[in-house]
């Protein structure tokens, strides 16, 4: 998996998360919950979404570095060997 | 004890939590510690709360917003919030708070039926929520914005620290009656528009003394309540109780995160802890090896609220904390904790405790006409108050006919099934309606029907609450559609989709069914109660198990 196709596992999850989410208007820095409709129970359907397209387990002390595209991203950089 | 206004001038809620400590030796006793989003800690002693609630309360003065007037905010927990709740008690006009998460049309509902004439709110909130809203509310007339940048150019809205500046610190609080209108507070019906509950100055007693009572709180307590300033408990007590009693509560301004809420306690040696149920199973999902990694052990009192918390939940307290969460149990109309499992008593874990000293409870079943009180233990019935305590609402805004029906023979009727064992204890069994009980919220299924039908696909809908291990309960709707559309996943995205739009994420189905045709009665109301009954796969021929009709 490359970064192109990180980001849009990242994107596909939030969006089945979190219905009618515009993942194109995403600021990645920002945390989702600033800028989108989802609360604490959408972000943990979000996480397990992910756990599932990456086939990784996410422990749960971690989610918190989940909040942000960018924050998933190096996450995910780190924990998950990307394909150049 | 709470002092009453200067020259026996009546009771008034925001000069028993603010103006009377400035006083006394309290006047630099740090009042709210605020740990905002950016990192920031800012602090307020009292005398400060008192000045920018003095301004606030003159800056609705200049703008002609006087006694009666509702003031409404649309908020985090941001000092602004609390500057204008108090502010505006102050001012003798009336508070209402509304959930920042909810979605546009639950906020048009709220401010149009509590005639809204101030509305404090974020910029990023007025942009999103607000502003495709002002052409249908005529009667909000001023809406201050909190711009974190800086000036506002947003036509037709205030700055709010613009105004609050030139506004002058100091104010004197208008005599008030006890029984002046002091708050509103929004809840759902199980049918109908969502109820505007109103509350007066009065309540400031059970306010304090449940505050003392249930949640074991004294003037030298760290105290920090977690629920949001949108829903009633975060204005009892995340605003007033503590502040009456004289101690320094701590505002978390960012949603749940487990290890940043343990290293809270542990850098502000939070003393006394008020949560809810959805955020301690959240927790324990994490394990308690996660906690030991902080030192908690300022801890000395913990309680829960929103939804009863389960057993291993309460015992999960002590083994990661070293104490147990002391369950408690009240709602919108109570204003305050009526039943708790207190400090001084022994914890029955998973019940909702005992009455507070002064409450008088019991179950009841409806009869035609009246009531009946249910004298055996163990016996399943409604739960009912006896009725004039002084936090008790005063009624529903503009709907005396729906106030009155929640009273029978002097008893104010819960809508909560329970039952009490033979040792007093209260333990809760259900709702006797179709409310939904989701992450603390209550949630009234019609209100989440009503968006979903304004969908063009849409022809019929039922919501329910589907039993979830988190959130206690989810919402959940069953659709029927109109001919010519496809029941896809599509469509299922773009309904759930319409329905966050609207509602906002905490309303808004998390889940949605297809169905042929729903369940009806035969005046053609949809039963909720059957399609609950199949969800769970219980006999549809008995739905005795799940509530009973009152």
């Known amino acids: ?84 | 004890m709470l002092a009453g206004l200067p020259a026996n001038s009546g009771l008034n809620i925001a000069y028993e939590a603010v103006d009377r400590h400035t006083l006394g030796s309290g006047a630099d006793q740090v009042a709210l510690r605020f740990l905002r989003k950016s990192g920031q800690i800012q602090e307020y002693t009292y005398t400060r709360l008192q000045e920018l609630t003095n301004r606030f309360a003159n800056l609705l003065k200049g703008l002609g917003v006087g006694k009666g007037d509702r003031v409404f905010t649309l908020a985090g927990r941001m000092p602004e919030l609390y500057i204008t709740a108090l502010g505006t008690l102050k001012n003798l006009g009336v508070y209402c708070p509304l959930f920042s998460a909810f979605g546009p049309e639950p906020i048009r509902v709220r401010l149009s039926i509590g005639e809204a004439r101030v509305l404090v709110t974020t910029k990023a909130l007025y942009l999103r929520k607000v502003a495709q809203l002002r052409s249908s509310l005529p009667k909000l007339e001023h809406v201050l914005i909190v711009d974190e940048a800086g000036r506002s150019e947003i036509p037709d809205t205030l700055n709010f620290h613009d105004l609050l500046s030139k506004a002058p610190g100091r104010f004197a609080i208008p005599p008030t009656d006890p029984e002046d209108w002091a708050l509103l507070h929004f809840t759902s019906g199980t049918t109908g528009q969502p109820k505007a509950a109103v509350h007066v100055h009065a309540a400031v007693l059970a306010h304090q003394v449940t505050g003392k009572y249930a949640l074991d709180l004294y003037p030298e307590d760290i105290f920090w309540c977690t629920a949001d300033p949108g829903w009633v408990t975060g204005t009892s007590y995340g605003i007033i109780s503590p502040l009456t009693l004289g101690l320094t509560l701590i505002v978390d301004e960012e949603a749940f995160d487990a290890t940043r809420w343990y290293r809270i306690i542990q850098d502000q040696r939070v003393s006394v802890w008020y949560t809810a149920p959805t955020a301690v199973r959240m927790m324990m999902k994490m394990g308690s090896e996660a906690v030991k990694t902080f030192d908690t052990g300022s801890l000395r009192f913990m309680a829960s609220v929103g939804e009863p918390l389960n057993p291993e939940a309460v015992l999960w307290g002590k083994e990661a904390f070293g104490l147990p969460f002391h369950d408690n149990w009240w709602q919108t109309e109570t204003g305050g904790i009526m039943i708790a499992n207190y400090a001084a008593m022994d914890i029955k874990p998973g019940s909702m405790g005992r009455p507070l000293p002064g409450i008088e409870a019991a179950i009841v079943k409806r009869k035609k006409p009246g009531i009946e009180l249910v004298d055996n233990p163990d016996i399943t019935g409604e739960l009912a108050l006896k009725a004039g305590w002084p936090s008790m609402f005063r009624g529903y805004l503009g709907e005396d006919e729906r106030y009155r029906a929640c009273f029978q023979d002097g008893w104010y009727l819960t809508g909560d099934l329970a039952r009490q064992d033979s040792d007093g204890y209260f333990w809760f069994v259900g709702r006797v309606d179709d409310m939904i009980k989701s992450a603390g919220h209550l949630i009234g299924p019609f209100e989440v029907e009503s968006a979903l039908m304004e969908h063009p696909a849409v022809a019929e809908v039922g919501v329910i609450g589907k039993p979830d291990p988190i959130a206690k309960e989810l919402v959940k709707a069953f659709i029927v559609l109109k001919p010519g559309n496809r029941p896809d996943n599509a469509l299922q995205r773009d309904l759930l989709g319409f329905g966050r739009k609207r509602l906002g994420a905490a309303i808004a189905p998390k889940e949605l069914e297809f169905r042929r045709s729903l369940p009806k009665t035969r005046s053609g109301k949809i039963m909720r109660r059957l399609l609950k009954a199949q969800e769970l796969a219980l006999p549809e021929g008995d739905t005795s198990t799940l509530e009973e009709t009152p």
Not at chain 1, 33 to 49: M, P
Not at chain 1, 57 to 73: A, F, R, T
Request: net charge negative.
């Open chain 1, 1 to 84: 998996m490359n970064k192109e196709e990180l980001v849009r596992s990242i994107l596909t999850a939030l969006a089945e998360a979190a219905p009618g989410t515009d993942a194109d208007t995403i600021d990645p820095a920002i945390s989702f919950r600033d800028q989108i409709e989802i609360d604490s129970i959408d972000f943990l359907n979000f996480v397990l979404l992910l756990e599932k397209k990456l086939n990784l387990k996410v422990p749960e002390i971690d989610y918190p570095k989940l909040s942000s595209l960018d924050g998933c991203i190096s996450f995910f950089e780190t924990h998950h060997k990307l394909a150049d």
